[in-house]
């Protein structure tokens, strides 16, 4: 009787959540239509823009050095935008295709910042839609319908960037399915003609047919819907290089220090002090100067309140910080074609768990944090996320601390509307703020919808500061650097006419579109029958070294950091990976850029130094922990440690295990033996004591380190111990 009851009472639960969700439904049908009409105007917006279309993007990009003489010659810009993120680079393209003269400064690298740190995901936000149901909130409602409008936009202006992804939501409640697969269905509702595909409920069969590293246990099924997804990163640096092919100034690497004032006649005959520019300092050459522009537009995310504070020191803070983490696991984590959402954690926070590059990114977590230039990602945090995806994963997945090969933190403001009579109510949307002195400012929001905040925020510069422009936005459809000549299979003439492996091919189309030829050009010869060109920067990956060359030439890469972070993206997908191409890196772009030697080490600190905030300074304490091994175990493990010190002096060489690789019959490269003791070698004395070698075993005994190179050498070794050293025989 009492399954009775509950099932009684299941049913109960299911029938209410319909009611409830029917009602919803009703009145988002209602605001569906009214977003729908007042989007009308996007539909004009596109056929506008492509008929403006010009060919500019078949002309050179303006060098770096030419950018900075741009800007420190040319009178006085239309716009002047701080901040090179995706919000700021896209104010930038608005303007740009408005015909307005404009200018972009970031004062490190193009998505250097939170842009480049997301879920990668391009999408309307099906958390955010059931925070609007239930807690019937229209501003939230509003925002999932403009990101659904714009998450459209995102797939058609950059195809090789962009992709459709599965998503599954597990159910391991009956009730739940139902439940569910209604709020997934209004989400398709509310994308109307620019639904993607349509979503499905799975059995279990199906689900883990999809997603074979599920837990079964108690596994109803699942509902699968579709978001998109993108490279973050490249995505910012395509929306910055198509502003500068059209005629707009970007410069990275370039500081504002001082916003300049003046006092400005208006069109209604008043006087009034206006911000009019800002001193610039170019960071890497120490260069200094101003830069004038009728109006300036502050789009630096965390960096908000300092920028407004430069403009009045009494100004309201109104950016609330927030992290929230990502780490990256091996592929074998995910499907390679399907994500999973995580709907409701042990603290209500959601988590994706998604194929990547080639890898898994799991995330995000949600925490206060202070400003900073490089947040690092906490070790209680990454645990977190490790703790919560066990609970979905089957018991078979042995989910270990050393499975995790880069994590990062990223700084989400949190934006409170000064305009608004709750002071501490954070606004689900973007804000545009306007100072008494006309410094515009853009703040919140999300990656999916920076094209509307950036056309609002233009439009709202226009009447601020009274540009002389009638032209409407021209970025709805507006094919960004690499899209316009994309096709899904323009791998395979980089393979015919080049001689490249597909892997690498498919990797060169899916980030540089179109220009992939000219990056295939710069390919070197291999020396090998296939591939015939294409050096790889490390094996595992399918970057190669003409891609480093391309990016020092004609994508303003002007730091190791911007190369092995943002124009690839190494340092976010296996952190140890990333420092050993830095010297490869280093040297390329030291003959590109005419680096000094002393210029190419520093480069190499500097780029070591970063990786620490990716999580390989977390790699490196996980090291010092404690060595538990009984006194039988110690002394095995210092047996095999003695067997490969051939010298007896101590400690095992470069030439040791070189001569141990011989023994078994097995080679590797020169750079790949010192690779293998660096990840040893806590002290960084290019050799292994007994200690490291003891800290090595205790690591992987407890699972914080997953795999090693020398451990696998040493088990093959051990395999193969010739007769005269083991001690015995005949």
Same mark, same amino acid.
């Given at each position: 009787?009492?399954?009775?009851?509950?099932?009684?009472?299941?049913?109960?639960?299911?029938?209410?959540?319909?009611?409830?969700?029917?009602?919803?439904?009703?009145?988002?049908?209602?605001?569906?239509? *009214?977003?729908?009409?007042?989007?009308?105007?996007?539909?004009?917006?596109?056929?506008?823009?492509?008929? !403006?279309?010009?060919?500019?993007?078949?002309?050179?990009?303006?060098?770096?050095?030419?950018?900075?003489?741009?800007?420190?010659?040319?009178?006085?810009?239309?716009?002047?935008?701080?901040?090179?993120?995706?919000?700021?680079?896209?104010?930038?393209?608005?303007?740009?295709?408005?015909?307005?003269?404009?200018?972009?400064?970031?004062?490190?690298?193009?998505?250097?910042?939170?842009?480049?740190? !997301?879920?990668?995901?391009?999408? *309307?936000?099906?958390?955010?839609?059931?925070?609007?149901?239930?807690?019937?909130?229209?501003?939230?409602?509003?925002?999932?319908?403009?990101?659904?409008?714009?998450?459209?936009?995102? #797939?058609?202006?950059?195809?090789?960037?962009? !992709?459709?992804?599965?998503?599954?939501?597990?159910?391991?409640?009956?009730?739940?399915?139902?439940?569910?697969?209604?709020?997934?269905?209004?989400?398709?509702?509310?994308?109307?003609?620019? +639904?993607?595909?349509?979503?499905?409920?799975?059995?279990?069969?199906?689900?883990?047919?999809?997603?074979?590293?599920?837990?079964?246990?108690?596994?109803?099924?699942?509902?699968?819907?579709?978001?998109?997804?993108?490279?973050?990163?490249?995505?910012?640096?395509?929306?910055?290089?198509?502003?500068?092919?059209?005629?707009?100034?970007?410069?990275?690497?370039?500081?504002?220090? *001082? +916003?300049?004032?003046?006092?400005?006649?208006?069109?209604?005959?008043?006087?009034?002090?206006?911000?009019?520019?800002?001193?610039?300092?170019?960071?890497?050459?120490?260069?200094?100067?101003?830069?004038?522009?009728?109006?300036?537009?502050?789009?630096?995310?965390?960096?908000?309140?300092?920028v407004r504070k430069m403009d009045d020191k009494n100004a309201e803070s109104i950016c609330q910080l927030s992290a929230g983490i990502h780490i990256v696991l091996p592929d074998y984590y995910s499907p390679a074609d399907m994500g999973l959402l995580d709907p409701a954690t042990k603290d209500g926070r959601v988590i994706f768990f998604l194929p990547w590059e080639g890898r898994t990114v799991v995330g995000t977590t949600d925490s206060v944090t202070e400003l900073t230039d490089r947040p690092k990602p906490a070790e209680a945090e990454i645990r977190f996320i490790l703790e919560e995806i066990r609970h979905y994963l089957d018991p078979d997945v042995h989910i270990r601390r050393g499975d995790v090969l880069a994590a990062w933190s990223g700084?989400?403001?949190?934006?409170?509307?000064?305009?608004?009579? &709750?002071?501490?109510?954070?606004?689900?949307?973007?804000?545009?703020?306007?100072?008494?002195?006309?410094?515009?400012?853009?703040?919140?929001?999300?990656?999916?919808?920076?094209?509307?905040?950036?056309? &609002?925020?233009?439009?709202?510069?226009?009447?601020?500061?009274?540009?002389?422009?009638?032209?409407?936005?021209?970025?709805?459809?507006?094919?960004?650097?690499?899209?316009?000549?994309?096709?899904?299979?323009?791998?395979?003439?980089?393979?015919?006419?080049? *001689?490249?492996?597909?892997?690498?091919?498919?990797?060169?189309?899916?980030?540089?579109? &179109?220009?992939?030829?000219?990056?295939?050009? #710069? =390919?070197?010869?291999?020396?090998?029958?296939?591939?015939?060109?294409?050096?790889?920067?490390?094996?595992?990956?399918?970057?190669?070294?003409?891609?480093?060359?391309y990016a020092a030439r004609h994508e303003y890469a002007c730091t190791a950091i911007d190369m092995v972070a943002r124009r690839t993206r190494l340092a976010f997908l296996n952190v140890q990976a990333a420092e050993e191409a830095l010297p490869a890196v280093v040297r390329i772009m030291g003959k590109e850029l005419r680096w000094s030697s002393a210029r190419q080490k520093q480069e190499l600190e500097d780029a070591r130094a970063f990786l620490q905030c990716m999580g390989f300074e977390a790699r490196r304490e996980l090291r010092n922990i404690a060595i538990n091994f009984s006194p039988a175990e110690i002394q095995r493990y210092t047996q095999t440690f003695m067997r490969f010190d051939y010298n007896k002096d101590g400690h095992i060489t470069?030439? &040791?295990?070189?001569?141990?690789?011989?023994?078994?019959?097995?080679?590797?490269?020169?750079?790949?033996?010192?690779?293998?003791?660096?990840?040893?070698?806590?002290?960084?004395?290019?050799?292994?004591?007994?200690?490291?070698?003891?800290?090595?075993?205790?690591?992987?005994?407890?699972?914080?380190? =997953?795999? !090693?190179?020398?451990?696998?050498?040493?088990?093959?070794?051990?395999?193969?111990?010739?007769?005269?050293?083991?001690?015995?025989?005949?």
């Amino acid at each position: 009787s009492g399954s009775v009851i509950i099932r009684f009472v299941d049913v109960c639960c299911v029938m209410s959540a319909f009611k409830y969700l029917s009602v919803a439904a009703v009145g988002a049908s209602v605001g569906y239509v *009214g977003y729908r009409w007042t989007t009308k105007r996007h539909s004009l917006t596109l056929a506008e823009a492509e008929r !403006s279309k010009t060919l500019s993007q078949t002309l050179d990009l303006p060098s770096r050095s030419e950018q900075l003489k741009r800007l420190r010659e040319t009178p006085e810009y239309d716009v002047l935008v701080i901040g090179g993120g995706a919000t700021g680079c896209g104010v930038a393209l608005d303007a740009v295709t408005r015909g307005m003269n404009t200018a972009l400064v970031e004062k490190e690298d193009f998505s250097s910042g939170t842009s480049s740190r !997301s879920t990668k995901l391009v999408h *309307g936000g099906v958390r955010y839609l059931q925070k609007a149901i239930m807690n019937l909130d229209r501003e939230q409602y509003k925002m999932v319908c403009e990101a659904l409008h714009e998450r459209h936009n995102f #797939l058609e202006i950059a195809p090789h960037l962009t !992709s459709a992804l599965p998503i599954l939501l597990p159910v391991y409640k009956w009730w739940q399915l139902p439940y569910f697969y209604c709020g997934i269905k209004m989400y398709d509702f509310l994308s109307g003609k620019q +639904l993607i595909k349509r979503s499905y409920i799975v059995g279990k069969t199906l689900a883990l047919e999809k997603f074979p590293m599920l837990r079964k246990d108690s596994l109803v099924g699942g509902i699968v819907y579709y978001d998109g997804q993108h490279n973050d990163s490249r995505m910012n640096l395509a929306l910055a290089l198509t502003a500068g092919r059209e005629g707009g100034t970007v410069a990275n690497h370039v500081a504002v220090t *001082g +916003l300049v004032k003046e006092q400005r006649k208006m069109k209604d005959g008043t006087t009034k002090e206006v911000v009019c520019g800002a001193a610039m300092k170019d960071c890497l050459t120490g260069d200094e100067w101003v830069t004038r522009a009728k109006c300036v537009i502050n789009a630096t995310g965390p960096f908000t309140d300092l920028v407004r504070k430069m403009d009045d020191k009494n100004a309201e803070s109104i950016c609330q910080l927030s992290a929230g983490i990502h780490i990256v696991l091996p592929d074998y984590y995910s499907p390679a074609d399907m994500g999973l959402l995580d709907p409701a954690t042990k603290d209500g926070r959601v988590i994706f768990f998604l194929p990547w590059e080639g890898r898994t990114v799991v995330g995000t977590t949600d925490s206060v944090t202070e400003l900073t230039d490089r947040p690092k990602p906490a070790e209680a945090e990454i645990r977190f996320i490790l703790e919560e995806i066990r609970h979905y994963l089957d018991p078979d997945v042995h989910i270990r601390r050393g499975d995790v090969l880069a994590a990062w933190s990223g700084i989400r403001p949190l934006v409170r509307n000064p305009k608004s009579k &709750d002071t501490q109510s954070i606004a689900r949307n973007h804000v545009i703020v306007v100072s008494d002195s006309n410094l515009v400012t853009i703040a919140g929001g999300k990656w999916t919808t920076y094209r509307q905040m950036a056309e &609002d925020t233009v439009d709202e510069a226009i009447t601020t500061c009274e540009l002389d422009t009638k032209k409407p936005s021209g970025t709805v459809g507006f094919k960004l650097e690499g899209g316009d000549g994309y096709y899904d299979l323009l791998f395979i003439r980089l393979c015919q006419d080049f *001689g490249l492996e597909v892997e690498v091919a498919q990797h060169l189309t899916q980030t540089y579109g &179109d220009k992939s030829p000219q990056v295939a050009k #710069l =390919a070197g010869i291999t020396g090998r029958r296939c591939p015939i060109v294409g050096k790889r920067l490390v094996e595992e990956f399918p970057y190669i070294e003409a891609e480093v060359t391309y990016a020092a030439r004609h994508e303003y890469a002007c730091t190791a950091i911007d190369m092995v972070a943002r124009r690839t993206r190494l340092a976010f997908l296996n952190v140890q990976a990333a420092e050993e191409a830095l010297p490869a890196v280093v040297r390329i772009m030291g003959k590109e850029l005419r680096w000094s030697s002393a210029r190419q080490k520093q480069e190499l600190e500097d780029a070591r130094a970063f990786l620490q905030c990716m999580g390989f300074e977390a790699r490196r304490e996980l090291r010092n922990i404690a060595i538990n091994f009984s006194p039988a175990e110690i002394q095995r493990y210092t047996q095999t440690f003695m067997r490969f010190d051939y010298n007896k002096d101590g400690h095992i060489t470069v030439l &040791d295990i070189r001569k141990a690789l011989n023994e078994i019959g097995e080679s590797v490269s020169e750079q790949q033996l010192h690779e293998l003791i660096a990840e040893v070698d806590l002290n960084q004395n290019s050799m292994i004591e007994l200690d490291e070698f003891l800290q090595l075993m205790s690591c992987l005994k407890t699972g914080a380190i =997953a795999n !090693s190179r020398l451990a696998t050498i040493i088990k093959n070794y051990e395999q193969h111990i010739p007769v005269d050293r083991s001690g015995g025989g005949l």
